[in-house]
């Protein structure tokens, strides 16, 4: 069985895999509604790094990462006789992957706050390495987490996963226009934030 | 997004995407699960399925009793429409779900580059699940005394079970090998003829599953299409471009390894075939100068392969050399009682691997510059095109004779790291691993009265694994 998490997998956000890629992914999707948890579970390995991804930015904690992807996969697991598509299968798991991170953000709606740049240097990740690359990733990962949760979504499907607009726009439930505007104001607020950050760093 | 526009960190928008934001945000480090999500999701499916199939159970249970009870039980009656309610409701939504993806058909996006983990772990994938390949091998060697002997164009046909065949397209040869039968059959002209296209017929019988022992003689796939997998699964990091291969999407694995040896390049640069996850090309390097350069043309997985396919005849009246080996197919009940003392097996396998051989030879052979013994016991395991061999030897009365008996003297083991095992036959002994770019993955490791060896394609923890869960082999092990 494939480990999910194995950082030798496939990333999500494919919904134009090539047609090897379809065909194998529709012979493991055959083999998974017959029962077969291992190629479920193949399945999920495929595009777990991208979900794994697109879940840590929106919740911005490891732990509700993995308690929301647990609850998605089993979700995908049973809405599987459901699913016809073949190369968008990533784009279906993406879609119920955000929609549940959505619903925790809802639940922790009472509880939440929006948090500061400053405050969000805590959520940020590890640095592996020191110096410039890091400082870029940390002001990244920060202006990235102040962002509302639907802009966070689209920048990251879009930017980082390259999903196209019209994908993008079924994976979050939206109209293309939405998603471009979202991406807009995006990309403007990280750009903003950005510059803020570095002029506060320079002294300037 | 219509048009450029800059960035404030020199990133620009082209077409739809921030490819420079893009690529910053996937730089951005993402945390693994926590230990034990595999586990825990694993346990959810499985209550899952089981909870199916004991509604399943109600059901017929339901069904079965409904028309007798039906009359007797209405409120049973009422449940089971409720249920059949609540399943056409759910038949109807995922029908509607169905529906909606057909009609959304989601659209294809440009794909991001794929990493060089995601290219290995794809050539692994096809590897370890094709039932068989076909194509035709170009192996182009730059050094004039290596290409002499190297360079060559052969039709190949492999399969999972072992059989092969290589067929000379610029030059007349070929050999065939069937794994049923375990007879290896040639017509190839002489090395030491040059010039002379006069063609030798050889059958080899008695053939070992693989290293250490002789087995067929699939060195020239093994050396220019087995052992490319092998680098990239023990190599680490590398480039990878988007290219167009012969018409065809691939990836360009672009990658250091460490060097062998003078012979042996420090640099390879693999075209792997998207559809098919292959390796296509391979141009190997050394300090920047090409070493050789090796293609694949034509390939075709899983292909329709005729009976006759790994038979070879010889022409009437050919003279045939022979010569057997040793090796025969064994039942597994039977192997203590010819051999003479109790073989061990390992008791963990990795995924999806089987047991597809067990022999044995009594006859004694020598591997290296080993002491030559019988009474050797090998399991070949099997999983699509990758393959596993366990096996043991008497240590005979000198164990320090004993060194590495896959090292086959050719340069390819480089590397050894001794390990202690604390399970199995192997408990508190040293043995000797060896994972290098070119050379089979392996360990061996010497117990009171047995050589032990786990050789070929798994990874160092499986290697580790499978040694040290080895074992008196059991009764219940069943024959392949």
Same mark, same amino acid.
């Given at each position: 069985?494939?480990?999910?998490? $194995? ?5 999500? @956000? ?33 595009? $777990? ?61 009472? @509880? ?16 592996? $390495?020191?110096? $410039? ?72 | ?21 893009? &690529?910053?945000? /996937? %730089? ?11 586990? =825990? ?37 009422? #449940? !089971?429409?409720? /249920? ?43 590897? &370890? ?24 164009? !052969? ?29 290896? /059959? ?6 030491? +003829? ?54 065809? #999407? ?80 064994? #039942? ?26 067990? +022999? ?47 090292? =086959? ?13 604390? %399970? ?57």
């Amino acid at each position: 069985m494939t480990p999910i998490g $194995d950082e030798a997998c496939h990333s999500g @956000g494919r919904t134009a895999a090539p047609e090897q890629e379809g065909v194998a992914e529709a012979r493991a999707l055959e083999r998974a509604r017959a029962g077969d948890l291992d190629a479920f579970v193949e399945l999920i390995s495929l595009h $777990d790094r991208a979900l794994r991804a697109l879940a840590y930015r929106l919740l911005g904690d490891a732990q509700r990462m993995d308690d929301v992807l647990q609850e998605a996969y089993l979700k995908a697991f049973r809405s599987l006789h459901g699913f016809e598509g073949r190369s968008a299968f990533g784009s279906w798991l993406h879609r119920i992957v955000y929609n549940a991170c959505m619903d925790q953000l809802r639940r922790r709606r009472s @509880g939440a706050r929006h948090l500061s740049l400053g405050e969000v240097d805590a959520l940020a990740d590890p640095m592996p $390495d020191p110096g $410039d690359v890091a400082a870029q990733r940390l002001d990244l990962a920060a202006a990235l987490a102040s962002l509302p949760p639907e802009l966070r979504a689209t920048v990251l499907l879009v930017d980082a996963e390259g999903m196209d607009y019209e994908t993008a726009s079924q994976v979050l439930g939206i109209p293309v226009g939405t998603v471009r505007s979202r991406l807009n104001r995006a990309r403007g607020l990280l750009r903003r934030t950005l510059s803020d950050d570095e002029r506060g760093r320079d002294g300037s | 997004m219509n048009g450029d526009r800059e960035h404030p960190r020199g990133s620009r928008v082209t077409g739809e995407r921030d490819e420079v934001l893009g &690529a910053a945000l /996937r %730089s951005l480090p993402v945390p693994a699960h926590r230990p034990g999500f595999d586990a =825990n999701l694993l346990a959810n499916l499985r209550a899952e399925v089981r909870g199916r199939d004991a509604t399943m159970r109600e059901r017929e249970a339901d069904r079965e009793g409904s028309a007798g009870s039906r009359l007797a039980h209405p409120g049973r009656s009422r #449940a !089971w429409h409720r /249920r059949g309610l609540t399943i056409s409701l759910a038949a109807a939504a995922s029908i509607a779900l169905a529906l909606f993806l057909m009609v959304a058909n989601f659209p294809g996006g440009s794909l991001r580059t794929a990493s060089a983990a995601e290219v290995r772990a794809a050539v692994a994938r096809a590897w &370890a699940s094709a039932r068989g390949i076909a194509g035709v091998l170009i192996v182009d060697y730059r050094a004039p005394v290596v290409a002499s002997q190297q360079d060559g164009r !052969w039709r190949f046909l492999l399969t999972a079970e072992g059989d092969f065949r290589l067929t000379g397209l610029d030059h007349a040869g070929v050999i065939a090998y069937d794994a049923k039968t375990d007879i290896e /059959r040639s017509l190839s002209t002489s090395a030491s +003829m040059a010039g002379s296209n006069e063609l030798f017929a050889a059958e080899l019988t008695g053939l070992a599953p693989g290293a250490p022992d002789a087995g067929p003689s699939s060195a020239l796939l093994d050396r220019n299409l087995g052992s490319v997998v092998r680098a990239l699964a023990a190599g680490r990091g590398g480039r990878v471009h988007e290219v167009t291969y012969q018409g065809r #999407a691939a990836w360009l694995l672009d990658l250091k390894v460490p060097s062998g040896g003078a012979l042996f390049p420090d640099h390879l640069q693999v075209t792997v075939d998207r559809q098919t996850g292959f390796p296509v090309r391979v141009i190997a390097s050394q300090d920047g100068q090409t070493i050789y350069q090796t293609r694949i043309d034509d390939l075709t997985v899983n292909p329709r392969i005729p009976a006759s396919a790994f038979s070879l005849k010889f022409p009437a009246g050919k003279q045939v050399s022979r010569t057997d080996f040793g090796f025969r197919h064994m #039942a597994t009940e039977d192997v203590g009682r010819t051999v003479g003392y109790t073989p061990v097996v390992p008791t963990f396998i990795p995924g999806r691997y089987r047991l597809s051989d067990v +022999m044995v030879s009594v006859k004694p052979t020598s591997t290296g510059t080993n002491p030559s013994v019988g009474d050797i016991v090998s399991l070949s395991y099997r999983r699509g095109l990758d393959q596993f061999i366990v096996t043991t030897r008497p240590v005979g009365p000198n164990p320090k004779a004993w060194h590495d008996p896959v090292d =086959n003297g050719q340069g390819h083991v480089q590397g050894t790291q001794r390990v202690t095992f604390s %399970s199995g036959v192997l408990a508190n002994k040293a043995g000797h691993l060896v994972i290098g770019p070119f050379a089979a993955p392996h360990i061996w490791a010497l117990t009171d009265k047995l050589v032990v060896t786990v050789s070929g394609d798994l990874t160092r923890a499986e290697l580790v694994q499978v040694a040290g869960s080895l074992g008196p082999l059991k009764s219940h092990l069943r024959s392949p």
